[in-house]
């Protein structure tokens, strides 16, 4: 298996440019998790999927973020418009709803915003 | 609610050293466990985990944790650091359809 894949590994934009970040979880995985990691926060849960469908949101920032995963092999995470503080890595995992819950992160994306 | 505290945000060990990380949990239900170990530039990877068979539990890499539910912790231990230990740890236990996860504890390997 290729385990979870994200895209692009790194970004570099703008402030004001919006950012599109990508992920492919394992296949017959049927929940996905995006987290925040930063050197001030740690790592933290943006917000994650069962089936396709978005449970808990609660720790997206602001109305600034926003993620879609329209089926159950890709999800998207989005920063419109981005800020220099939203410079971190931002990983992907999945898991499969089963007893242990195990989750495979992906190698993550580095984003820096100028 | 379910949450892990993990004591000591860094720890330094000499190389050939026994590596002891600290997590205590707390939960309302029979914890499901985890370790992950994090490398530089990497994502996170599972060590061992824990879901109530044995309470010690053996994972990748030499490390293995004991689960002691009279004093809520599921400490991480390996008899002898290697160098390439080296990384951050995070302890982290089920919650509802989600992983709660400690602040970490990065671990420094001396020759």
């Known amino acids: 298996d290729a385990g979870v894949i994200q895209s692009p590994r790194h970004e570099v934009t703008e402030m004001g440019q919006e950012v599109t970040l990508r992920c492919k979880p394992i296949s017959g995985h049927n929940s996905l998790f995006w987290y925040r990691q930063t050197m001030m926060r740690g790592l933290e849960l943006l917000i994650y999927f069962n089936n396709n469908v978005p449970i808990d949101d609660s720790g997206m920032p602001e109305d600034r973020f926003s993620a879609k995963m329209p089926n159950a092999s890709f999800s998207t995470l989005k920063i419109q418009p981005s800020e220099p503080r939203d410079s971190a890595v931002y990983f992907c995992?999945?898991?499969?709803?089963?007893?242990?819950?195990?989750?495979?992160f992906g190698p993550g994306t580095r984003l820096t915003v100028t | 609610a379910q949450s892990v505290t993990q004591l000591g945000s860094h720890v330094s060990v000499s190389e050939g050293a026994l590596v002891l990380l600290r997590c205590n949990y707390s939960?309302?239900?029979?914890?499901?466990l985890f370790w992950y170990v994090q490398y530089p530039n990497q994502g996170l990877q599972l060590l061992l985990k824990y879901t109530s068979a044995a309470t010690l539990v053996k994972g990748i890499n030499g490390f293995e944790a004991e689960f002691k539910k009279s004093e809520t912790s599921f400490h991480l231990t390996k008899p002898s650091a290697h160098m390439s230990d080296a990384a951050e740890y995070f302890c982290a236990v089920k919650g509802t359809d989600k992983l709660i996860f400690g602040t970490g504890t990065r671990l420094q390997v001396f020759p």
């Open positions: 939960s309302s239900v029979p914890p499901y």
């Open positions: 995992a999945s898991s499969s709803r089963g007893v242990s819950h195990e989750q495979y």
